[in-house]
């Protein structure tokens, strides 16, 4: 799905702009992470990408249609295509993981399948292999609230890797996570969108996930976008003035210096200064 944003403000309730004059063109099948510091508009962003906000001014176009301008079984059809997948995933307490799962397709399903599938799951076996693709397969029958955070920010990525959708919005989708499982896990998304040719944008809090898996990011700050480059044109002073507000050095997993791997070293500086305070 292309999505494309142009002029996009987003005020918020109190007056703040979270969003001020984004221009964002992504085309079908692009993945793209967006970093920034905290309070920058990432989440904005994604919210007004999946229509879960009304841009104050601007527009935005979802493979062509402006959201705003559907009727009401447009708007539920174009919401049935994107997947979305929060930092806290927003499930009933009681609910069972296998059935978390398969909400993922109630919006694609006829109603009495859904509600079937309510009283009875109905695709098990889909559950479980979405599920061990984020190593969880073994909790398909536990409630949710049995489950940590971690656990079920994964039934999150589980629900929309189940989902299938042709838009995948990630609102910090690993941060409960360790190193070696976000890893997984931001892989598993960047694999199953370019499998499926579907468009990727997921915000991240650290900074070499972002580099690592994307061929695009997008940093942005005080509600605007700073830059939009392939990992290779980022250098180490745009990720220090990006987060200048927020830390002196850019946030990565563990806490450790950003290392910049050979693939990334055709900038002019070779030597590269350690990012320290
Ligand atoms: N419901 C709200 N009402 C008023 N202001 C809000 C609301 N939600 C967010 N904001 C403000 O909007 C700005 C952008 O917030 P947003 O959540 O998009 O940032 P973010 O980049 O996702 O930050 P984080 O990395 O902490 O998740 C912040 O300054 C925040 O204080
Ligand atoms: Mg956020």
């Avoid at 919210?47 to 559907?70: H, I, K, N, Q």
């Avoid at 919005?169 to 890893?183: G, I, K, M, N, R």
């Avoid at 991240?204 to 005080?222: C, E, K, N, Q, S």
Wanted: hydrophobic letters at 45%.
């Amino acid at each position: 799905m292309d999505v494309a944003t142009h002029d996009l403000d987003l005020v918020l309730p109190g007056g703040h702009r979270a969003l001020d004059r984004v221009a964002l063109a992504v085309a079908r099948g692009e993945r793209v992470a967006v970093i920034g510091p905290s309070g920058a508009g990432k989440t904005s962003l994604l919210r007004v990408l999946g229509t879960g906000l009304r841009p104050t001014r601007g527009e935005v176009a979802l493979r062509g249609a402006d959201p705003w301008g559907l009727a009401r079984a447009g708007l539920r059809r174009l919401r049935a295509r994107i997947g979305a997948v929060y930092q806290a995933a927003p499930l009933p307490p009681r609910q069972r993981v296998v059935t978390a799962v398969l909400a993922g397709r109630l919006g694609s399903w006829p109603i009495w399948k859904g509600l079937a599938s309510l009283a009875y799951p109905l695709d098990i076996a889909g559950a479980r292999a979405s599920l061990a693709r984020v190593d969880l397969a073994e909790r398909l029958f536990d409630r949710c609230d049995r489950l940590s955070g971690g656990q079920l920010q994964r039934v999150g990525v589980a629900r929309v890797l189940y989902q299938g959708p042709d838009l995948i919005l990630a609102d910090e989708p690993v941060s409960s996570l360790d190193p070696q499982l976000a890893d997984r896990v931001v892989g598993e998304l960047n694999r199953d969108a370019q499998a499926r040719g579907a468009t990727l944008v997921a915000s991240l809090h650290a900074v070499d996930l972002a580099l690592r898996w994307f061929p695009r990011v997008v940093g942005i700050r005080a509600g605007q976008v700073a830059f939009d480059l392939p990992p290779v044109r980022i250098t180490d002073a745009m990720l220090t003035d990006l987060y200048a507000t927020e830390s002196a050095v850019p946030p990565t997993q563990d806490n450790r210096l950003l290392e910049l791997d050979a693939s990334r070293t055709r900038r002019p500086v070779e030597v590269r200064q350690p990012l320290c305070r």
